[in-house]
C-alpha cells in the first residue's frame, strides 16, 4: 500500500513541477522585458529602440508563443490545437517584426555614429539570430498549407518545426545574454542587478529547452 501512494505521488509532484516551472517562466520573460523596456526608455535615441525590440521580439512573445503548447503552463491550454496554432504564429509574426525592426535601430544608430557593424560576439550571434528566426518562421508555412509540401508528412514537419524552433530560441537567448555584457547595460545596473538579469535568458531557456525535449520524448513512447 505504501509503495502504491508513492508511485501515484511521483505524477502528480512531477506535474505541480512542470506547472510551477512554466508560470516560473511566464514571470522571467515578463518581468524581465518591463525591466528592459524601463531601462532603454523606447522613443529616446535610435539606439533604446534596439534592447526594448529584442527583447520584446526573444524574451516575450517567442516565449510565449512556446509556452502556448505547454500541457502545464499554457494560458489558453483548453482552447483547441488549432487555436493555439493561430495565436503562436500571431506571436511568431509579431517577434520576427520586433526582430527586424531591433535590428534594423542598431544598424542605423551606428550608421549615424560612424561605427562600424557586427564587429562582437553579441553583434555576429544578433545578425545569425534574427536571419534564423526569419527563417525559420518562412520554413513554418507548410505547417499552415500543407499542400506547399508535397511529399512531407505533418508530423515530420512538425518535429522539424520545434527542433529548428528550439534552435533559434536558445539563439535567441544567447544574443540576450550577450547583450547584458554591452557597455549600456554594464554601466546602467548594479552588479547584483546584472547577475539576476543574466539569470533570466538562462532560466527561460532552460525551462524551453525541457519542455520542447520532453514533449519530442513523449511523441516517440507514443509511436514505439
Known sequence: MGHYRETESEPRVYGYTRTASAVLAHLICGVFTVFIA??????????SWHPFCMTM????????????????????KKFSHKTKGRVHWML????????????????YNKHLNGKPHFNSWHGL???????????????????IYHSLAKGWSLAKLKRYHAASGLVTFVLGSAS?????????????????????????PVLGALVIMNQVSTSYMAKKRLQS
Open 125 to 143: 550571434l544578433g545578425l545569425v539570430t534574427v536571419c534564423a528566426v526569419v527563417l525559420q518562421s518562412l520554413a513554418a508555412v507548410p505547417l
Open 176 to 200: 540576450l545574454l550577450l547583450g547584458l555584457c554591452s557597455a549600456w547595460f554594464t554601466a546602467s545596473v548594479s552588479e547584483y542587478i546584472w547577475y539576476m538579469s543574466a539569470l533570466c
Open 38 to 47: 524601463v531601462l532603454s526608455r523606447p522613443g529616446t535615441s535610435w539606439f
Open 92 to 107: 511568431q509574426c509579431l517577434c520576427v517584426c520586433c526582430a527586424v525592426l531591433g535590428l534594423a535601430a542598431i544598424s
Open 57 to 76: 521580439a526573444f524574451s516575450f512573445f517567442m516565449t510565449e508563443a512556446i509556452l502556448l503548447f505547454s500541457p502545464h503552463g499554457s494560458p489558453i
